[in-house]
């Protein structure tokens, strides 16, 4: 007969090679019992049915082993929602929620009208949809399972969102044009050793990995979006954080303008922002 506290006591000694092995013990047992932490360190003497310490244990094996928390619970908050996540998506950072921030903060059309390249698990095109329910928001990924979990992200929170398969702007109608395009596209060169560590060892290689050390799916989007933005339109894209000088000059030299780097939480380069024929000063584009 063990319970919860000892359960979580194993559990934490168990993942002492995560960056929080706490916090990921219980939130595996959270999501097996269907409580919250308070309720947790209520009960510290609750001895769960063994078909749940089962459950757990394979859980915090396949931790333990390097799983991602948010594939094995099979959610991730983003922008204070909570997405559905498999191994056919990202798993959504906070770094990202930038991309938000920056798109609600611009002055775009009271009916805009917005893409959302390589959509993965939805979270960029459904947060706008639901933060901005006027706004048309269209996401489209190269990945039928990635748009299957985006689908239902849309459909379980509640967010109109039109989607559409196939690569980059392939996916969308020739000549169909826009006021927004985000995206967060893949930016890490082949050979990056991060490949190898933490979460995205096991995530989508398609979504992370891109040729040209990591910037030809950049390159790609800054020089094909000029063509499928309105006049005053902006390109709000995701980048790695030594990528921000290339990826401004790239856009400077196509002739975006104004042209941004974004910082991420951590003050890094993190996203670009480029008007395209709009002459305004970037600063004057966000309210207030």
């Known amino acids: 007969m063990t319970t919860v506290a000892e359960l979580l006591v194993s559990a934490t000694r168990r993942l002492q090679r995560s960056p929080s092995p706490r916090l990921d013990a219980e939130v595996l047992m ?8 308070a309720w947790l360190y209520a009960h510290p003497e609750f001895v769960p049915p063994h078909e749940i310490a089962a459950a757990y ?11 991602p928390v948010a594939y094995l619970t099979g959610e991730r908050e983003f922008f204070g929602r ?15 929620e930038r991309l938000v921030d920056a798109a609600l903060q611009m002055k775009l059309p009271e009916r805009a ?9 939805g979270a960029l095109a459904v947060t706008l949809a639901l933060e901005c329910p006027d706004w048309d928001v269209t996401a489209t990924d190269a990945s039928a399972a990635a748009l299957a979990v985006a689908r239902d992200n849309a459909a379980r929170l509640n967010a109109c969102v039109r989607f559409a398969q196939g690569d980059w702007f392939a996916a969308v109608a020739a000549g169909d044009c826009f006021d927004l395009i985000v995206s967060n596209p893949p930016y890490i060169a082949a050979d990056d050793a991060h490949l190898a560590t933490g979460d995205v060892r096991f995530e989508p290689r398609s979504a992370l990995v891109s040729a040209e050390q990591g910037l030809a799916d950049i390159a790609h989007i800054v020089g094909q979006a000029r063509a499928r933005l309105n006049a ?21 030299a196509l002739g ?17 922002l480029a008007g395209w024929q709009q002459p305004t000063d970037p600063e004057q584009a966000h309210h207030g």
Do not use: C
Request: neutral net charge.
């Open 57 to 67: 244990d394979t859980l915090v094996d396949a931790r333990e082993r390097g799983m």
């Open 256 to 272: 975006y303008a104004p042209v941004k780097t974004l910082d991420d939480l951590a003050g890094n380069p993190r996203a670009l």
């Open 82 to 96: 909570a997405f559905r996540v498999t191994p056919d998506t990202l798993i959504p950072r906070p770094d990202t």
């Open 113 to 121: 009208r917005v893409l959302d390249l390589g959509t993965g698990s």
């Open 30 to 37: 959270m999501r097996l019992l269907g409580v919250g932490r």
């Open 232 to 252: 005053g339109g902006w390109l709000i894209l995701e980048h790695g954080w030594q990528q921000g000088d290339t990826t401004r000059a790239l856009a400077q």
